[in-house]
């Protein structure tokens, strides 16, 4: 993570982040990032932000269901957030909402790896972490 640090070290915190992706094609295994999950124990944050290139999503697949990507990442969003749009997930920690999130899966939105980092805003560090995955 290299950007100018507010904070020693010592006094950052640290947090876990995974790109969110779409596998169009399964069988194909070409993705494309379109989000970031960020948690921060410490800091009691656990959030994401996604963006959608429609026109390089049709590319890696023209009949790709746009709709059904946008309801999924809806739903990763809702369990971000917890209460009533998280489900049955809404009376999980943010931690196990997190784990559950990151989960490896055989679905068209799934996880990448979960890497770890130092922060001192972690709202701060998703957007700087959309820029550099996704947009």
């Known amino acids: ?18 790109a969110l992706r779409v596998v169009p094609r399964l069988e194909r ?8 999950v960020v948690y921060c124990r410490a800091l009691e944050y656990l959030d994401c932000r996604t963006h959608l290139d429609e026109e390089r999503l049709r590319a890696l697949d023209p ?18 957030c917890g209460g009533e749009r998280a489900g049955q997930a809404a009376t999980e920690s943010q931690g196990s909402r997190f784990r559950w999130l990151t989960a490896p899966r055989s679905t068209i939105v799934q996880p990448g ?6 922060t001192d805003d972690p709202a701060a560090d998703l957007e700087r972490l959309l820029g550099l995955l996704v947009r």
Do not use: Q, W
């Open 113 to 118: 790896p979960v890497h770890a980092g130092l």
């Open 63 to 80: 009949t790709l269901d746009l709709d059904g990507v946008r309801a999924a990442l809806r739903g990763v969003a809702g369990v971000c």
């Open 1 to 18: 993570m290299s950007r100018t640090n507010i904070l020693p070290d010592a006094e950052r915190k640290v947090f876990e982040y995974a």
């Open 29 to 36: 295994g070409e993705c494309m990032n379109v989000g970031v």
